[in-house]
T-cell receptor, first 111, second 110 residues
Framework: NAGVTQTPKFQVLKTGQSMTLQCAQD?????MSWYRQDPGMGLRLIHY???????DQGEVPNGYNVSRSTTEDFPLRLLSAAPSQTSVYFC??????????FGPGTRLTVL | DAKTTQPPSMDCAEGRAANLPCNHS???????VYWYRQIHSQGPQYIIH?????ETNEMASLIITEDRKSSTLILPHATLRDTAVYYC???????????WGAGTKLIIKP
């Protein structure tokens, strides 16, 4: 099992550019989520999904879109990147007892 | 979900038990206490969780007070590899959102 994988590991964008962060899991977990982590702080929930075709907003959803067409994949789209979106992004998947498995993260810099 | 309070940092000598406290005075009856840790900006790693009974696994023990307003994570024989930020989180089964505070930075010293 690869667990939770994220691509790319690093990304630099210019203000206004768009991009998609990829997340995939091979554990057949029903639930997936995206977090961002700013320096010295805990994780903040962006969006989450409770199954294919079902997504909902978390604490900080503005500027981000998600979709869940399959159980395995949960991409995060930045619509028009802003410097305030410079952060480390983590994807997680979990089972009903909420033991979350995290990917290695994507380090995004917006200039 | 209930909020948690943790000390910002702690030290522990290698080989000794590390005891990390967490206050969650507003926890409700159906909310679990979860502990995760994050080593050097890697993705967080699940450690243990519990409702009201004490729990133990291969990584740690979780002691929850009888009134459930606080808990302690115990790493029985800390090693240098246990240096990390430790997060205490509470949530209920019907809520998919976890509220993460700043955690406790645990430094294990040789």
């Amino acid at each position: 099992n690869a667990g939770v994988t994220q691509t790319p590991k690093f990304q630099v964008l210019k203000t206004g550019q768009s991009m998609t962060l990829q997340c995939a899991q091979d554990m057949n977990h029903e639930y997936m989520s995206w977090y961002r982590q700013d320096p010295g702080m805990g994780l903040r929930l962006i969006h989450y999904s409770v199954g294919a075709g079902i997504t909902d907003q978390g604490e900080v959803p503005n500027g981000y879109n998600v979709s869940r067409s399959t159980t395995e994949d949960f991409p995060l789209r930045l619509l028009s990147a802003a410097p305030s979106q410079t952060s480390v992004y983590f994807c997680a998947s979990w089972t009903v007892n909420n033991e979350q498995f995290f990917g290695p993260g994507t380090r995004l810099t917006v200039l | 979900d209930a909020k948690t309070t943790q000390p910002p940092s702690m030290d522990c000598a290698e080989g000794r038990a590390a005891n990390l406290p967490c206050n969650h005075s507003t926890i409700s009856g159906n909310e679990y206490v979860y502990w995760y840790r994050q080593i050097h900006s890697q993705g967080p790693q699940y450690i243990i969780h519990g409702l009201k009974n004490n729990e133990t696994n291969e990584m740690a023990s979780l002691i929850i007070t009888e009134d459930r307003k606080s808990s302690t994570l115990i790493l029985p024989h800390a090693t240098l590899r246990d240096t990390a930020v430790y997060y205490c989180i509470v949530r209920g089964d019907s809520n998919y959102q976890l509220i993460w505070g700043a955690g406790t930075k645990l430094i294990i010293k040789p």
